[in-house]
């Protein structure tokens, strides 16, 4: 009887503890994430400078390390932002024309349409003639509503929302430049005074605290560090994939377009998300060509498909399983909370903040295993007090 009480007890104390770690979290993202979030910044740079900025003052006999500090901080903010502004130049140019000529093929979507509706009114007359007609009216029924929504598109709505959206962007502008010029300012002060700081937190710990403190920050960075490595790496390689294949296929004749390095830029971030993958952007693709006669892209398109999710198949085990052991459902239920919570960034922060949590648990810093270490430790030590105070006795 009082096992069970004692279970019972524990597992409300147990569920009360998750309870408030989870509205803890909920509120702590929803509310302070976006005021903290330049702090946090800087606190990975921080931790990512360390190394670079104490071998640099060594060597240089410099005490200090503001001036150092200050010089890698602007080095990568400077780094950064002329990658994007590259990057960006040459996407908005690409962006403009790409949309061109997307909107130039807005004319053969209606032969797309006809040409499905055919198929699928071809597939119906396999059927028997009562239901035959029925399924033929439903499906005619279906793509006129589809042809009078497109025609009756509010052009004025689209345009009002756009003009409110560019806005709100205007509006957050000088708040972004605020937050950008604390992120500099913390991380380069950060950076400087991380021996401080950290000695400051650490003697406000007990020993084993500290310890714990040390080892949750090792754990956290190394494994988020090698995430991100594992991750860009596919995006690379999906990336050269992509681009290699479209060139291929444009050299064979089957693909007359351009703007490849947007498709395959857009192809390999929509490809990390796990929920969607290279087959949301290639697969219609291919469909679409085979629709549209172009049997030799569209054949094309699948092959490189197949080729992307052999490689994949082959390298994310190595890169990413063995950096996280996360089943997918798992991920796939953080990114929709994530978004249903807080918006489109959640889709990347929770199955993030899961993961973070996950390498905690495997080292003991979190959950049972801590605990049970915890225990284990405690009997060891009170067992070599008990066996010294029998030697005394003894002697």
Not at 278 to 289: E, K, S
């Amino acid at each position: 009887m009082n096992a069970i009480v004692e279970k019972r007890r524990s597992f409300i104390i147990n569920f009360i503890y998750i309870s408030i770690f989870l509205a803890l979290y909920y509120f702590g993202v929803k509310y302070a994430f976006g005021y903290l979030l330049p702090f946090i910044i800087a606190t990975a740079l921080a931790v990512f400078l360390q190394k670079p900025v104490r071998k640099i003052s060594s060597k240089l006999h410099i005490k200090a390390h503001g001036a150092v500090s200050l010089f890698f901080v602007m080095l990568i903010v400077v780094t950064i932002i002329g990658v994007i502004g590259l990057i960006g130049y040459s996407l908005v140019s690409e962006l403009r024309e790409f949309f061109v000529y997307l909107f130039s093929k807005f004319s053969s979507v209606d032969d797309v349409v006809n040409s499905l509706e055919g198929v699928l009114k071809s597939a119906a007359d396999v059927l028997p003639r009562n239901i035959s007609l029925k399924v033929t009216e439903l499906i005619t029924s279906a793509f006129d509503n589809i042809g009078k929504g497109s025609e009756e598109v509010d052009y004025v709505g689209m345009l009002s929302g756009s003009l409110s959206g560019a806005w709100t962007v205007v509006k957050g502008i000088p708040s972004a430049i605020v937050a950008f010029v604390v992120t500099i300012i913390s991380s380069v002060f950060m950076t400087s005074e991380y021996d401080l700081i950290r000695d400051m937190i650490l003697g406000m710990c007990s020993e084993k605290q500290g310890e714990k403190l040390v080892k949750t920050k090792q754990t956290v960075t190394l494994g988020v560090f090698k995430l991100i490595k594992a991750y860009s790496t596919l995006m690379l390689i999906t990336f050269a994939e992509v681009f290699l294949g479209l060139n291929i296929l444009k050299l064979l004749g089957a693909y007359e377009g351009g703007y490849i390095a947007i498709i395959a830029l857009v192809t390999c971030v929509v490809d990390i998300v796990p929920v969607l993958g290279t087959g949301t952007i290639v697969l219609p693709w291919a469909i679409y060509n085979f629709f549209t006669g172009n049997i030799g892209m569209g054949i094309g398109l699948v092959i490189l498909y197949a080729v992307i999710t052999v490689i994949r198949q082959a390298i994310e085990p190595k890169l990413v399983a063995n950096q996280v052991g996360l089943p997918s459902i798992i991920t796939i239920m953080g990114m929709f909370l994530g978004a249903r919570l807080f918006g489109a960034f959640g889709i990347l922060l929770v199955p993030l903040s899961i993961i973070v949590f996950k390498l905690m648990y495997d080292e003991g810093i979190i959950g049972h295993k801590n605990i049970y270490v915890d225990e284990k430790n405690d009997d060891k030590e009170n067992d070599s007090e008990n066996i010294s105070e029998n030697q005394e006795v003894e002697e």
